[in-house]
């Protein structure tokens, strides 16, 4: 299981949004595809030097590849790698583990409370909004 990590810096460098999503591979023809459905054009998008980003220079995007080794990917990609390791946690300390059916809904969870971290004085009306307007499902597509 592979997933692709966005993750939009302020100015000065600092998280605000992150979004996570399960792919089956990272290939030039998903990662053109998430970055349409997800990003601005024009845009700068930092990455490690691996070759399929290379579709985002030609999709209309600035792309910026760090080629990075060992230790250093840590650094380069700060941000990237406390997320994953937040998320890690999240998943690991909360559900002790999750099986593939139901885990982008868990990472899609986790999103959701980063990117509204700052708001805890619209919490409660965000979550009647995502109520109301999300797809329910049945407990057989749940269980099954």
Not at 101 to 122: M, S
């Amino acid at each position: 299981m592979k997933v692709i990590i966005g993750i939009s810096l302020t100015d000065k460098g600092k998280p605000q949004f992150a979004k996570m999503e399960i792919v089956d591979n990272i290939d030039s023809i998903i990662l053109k595809k998430a970055a349409q459905e997800n990003i601005e054009p024009g845009t700068t998008i930092k990455s490690d030097g691996y070759k399929s980003y290379g579709v985002l220079k030609k999709s209309g995007y600035e792309h910026t590849p760090i080629v990075v080794k060992g230790q250093d990917a840590a650094e380069v990609l700060h941000w990237v790698h406390i997320i994953i390791s937040n998320a890690k946690a999240f998943i690991n300390g909360t559900f002790h583990g999750l099986g593939r059916k139901h885990f982008q809904r868990y990472l899609d969870e986790f999103c959701y409370r980063f990117n509204r971290r700052f708001w805890e004085n619209r919490l409660f009306d965000r979550l009647l909004v995502a109520c109301t307007t999300a797809k329910t499902i049945t407990y057989t597509e749940l269980t099954l």
